[in-house]
């Protein structure tokens, strides 16, 4: 049975919205548990505080006021809807014409101004802090409210309103689906749904959702097959046939593919150890391989993951990229899509020089940036590749060295991993002698070796 008490929000805001809320019996004996407490400098005193949850989504954290139960009527106060309104088309109108905004943050502001609390300067937008909880909060009841009710809302109100949540609240997945049931209508533009997932990574470029919103994007709208066009003497294009009988825009597909590697690369500048922007460049790759090929890419990436990793030395994720890259290079040499590996990485002609190469990399890496573990731990991907390499044929001969690692041994059948081997001894002694952290790393890089490698 359902019945109705009195609820008082207060906030330090002058204009006030009154509505009914129904509560139900239980969930009040249930909170009527907790202790009895009064509101700061009110000195009447709460029947009981109400508690809220915000897995939901509900911004509680942002709203700085208290909840009580204090008779039969539910009132409740807050920023008056049309206020509300206006601020959201505001930041509507703003997005819609400038095309070339790159940025959105909240700014802070000491309390509530007679002005617009949208700021817009040089292609960049701005919210003031004091209006966020009473928009976001107006802008979420709306959204739940239809959800439960089951109406049908205009589209132009729910673009508005999840616009603005997800610039709050980006993780919520309920306004992501809002928003894909309308690009599946066509209500929402392709292009400006990626402007704004864009806008919304300026903000929180470590945002999962916002990535896999862009996957379901590519795979439902981008991508998205047509049916077979007489285009060639047997009716397909073969440039944009994918093999299943249908047709596809390479164009299109590959000029996003490209621009989701600059938004990979830009997030993950602006965000340390952002595994997400490199787990989407890894996705981006693997489209890559079913609409356009590898090769181009390779060889473009190959470079760029270089010049990322040498500034970048103690982020494990653009080395674990590297390393996708490369058993993807030694996999389109094994699959006789290029004659050499020097069609994508030059001045190297074989998958052990490549390798060799990456070793050399590697040390003068862990030569030059001192005290950093995810060099070590990418090198003994690396050695553990060589060495399935070298030693994959059983007539070369791969025992390990004698402990004393002398000159001779380097003359063995196998020369070329007596070499790598050697090289590993002169380097581990090298950082032993440090006094730093470098001395560790060193004696776990032996460890390693001898408990794997066998050395």
């Known amino acids: 049975m359902m019945f109705m008490f009195q609820i008082l929000l207060i906030f330090k805001m002058k204009p006030k919205l009154i509505f009914k809320v129904n509560i139900n019996k239980h969930h009040c004996r249930k ?7 009064r509101y700061r400098n009110h000195n009447k005193p709460a029947d009981f505080f109400l508690g809220f949850s915000h897995t939901s989504g509900f911004p509680l954290l942002l709203c700085d006021s208290f909840i009580y139960i204090t008779g039969k009527v539910s ?25 070339l905004l790159d940025e959105f943050d909240i700014v802070f502001s000491l309390g509530e101004v007679n002005r617009s609390p949208v700021v817009h300067v040089e292609h960049k937008l701005g919210l003031e802090s004091w209006c966020v909880k009473h928009v976001y909060a107006y802008a979420y009841a709306k959204i739940m409210g239809s959800k439960q009710t089951k109406r049908r809302e205009d589209p132009a109100q729910v673009l508005r309103w999840t616009q603005f949540c997800l610039l709050i609240a980006p993780e919520v997945t309920t306004f992501w689906n809002l928003r894909k049931v309308l690009l599946g209508q066509g209500d929402l533009s392709a292009n400006l749904e990626l402007h704004f997932t864009r806008l919304i990574l300026s903000r929180k470029p470590k945002c999962m959702e916002v990535f896999q919103h862009r996957k379901w994007m590519f795979k439902n709208v981008i991508a998205k097959v047509i049916p077979q066009q007489a285009n060639g003497p047997n009716g397909i294009d073969p440039e944009h046939h994918n093999g299943n009988g249908v047709v596809f825009h390479s164009e299109q597909i590959e000029r996003f593919l490209f621009a989701e590697l600059d938004l990979c690369t830009w997030a993950a500048n602006k965000h340390q150890n952002n595994y997400h922007s490199w787990n989407h460049r890894l996705w981006v790759i693997q489209q890559f391989a079913t ?63 490549l390798y060799q190469r990456e070793l050399d990399f590697n040390r003068d890496l862990i030569e030059e940036y001192e005290d950093h573990e995810a060099l070590f731990c990418h090198r003994r991907f690396l050695l553990t590749r060589l060495r399935d390499l070298l030693c994959s044929s059983p007539q070369r001969t791969c025992s390990p060295p004698p402990p004393a690692l002398k000159r001779s041994c380097v003359e063995t059948v196998n020369s070329e991993w007596s ?13 032993t002698q440090k006094k730093t952290y470098q001395k560790t790393l060193g004696e776990k890089h032996a460890q390693w070796l001898n408990n794997v490698i066998g050395i």
């Open 31 to 37: 909170t009527s548990k907790l202790e009895r407490t």
């Open 75 to 99: 009132t409740l106060t807050t920023m008056e809807d049309v206020t509300c309104e206006r601020i959201m088309k505001k930041i509507e109108a703003v997005l819609s014409q400038d095309t």
């Open 419 to 431: 070499s790598v081997l050697l090289g590993e001894h002169f380097l581990i002694e090298k950082c």
């Open 291 to 353: 609409y356009v090929g590898l090769v181009d890419v390779c060889r473009a990436e190959y470079e760029e993951s270089h010049k990322w990793i040498s500034v970048h030395v103690s982020e494990h994720s653009g080395l674990h990229y590297l390393q996708y890259l490369l058993d993807s290079i030694v996999s389109l040499v094994n699959e006789s899509k290029v004659e050499n590996v020097s069609e994508i990485v030059p001045y190297v002609n074989s998958v052990t020089k």
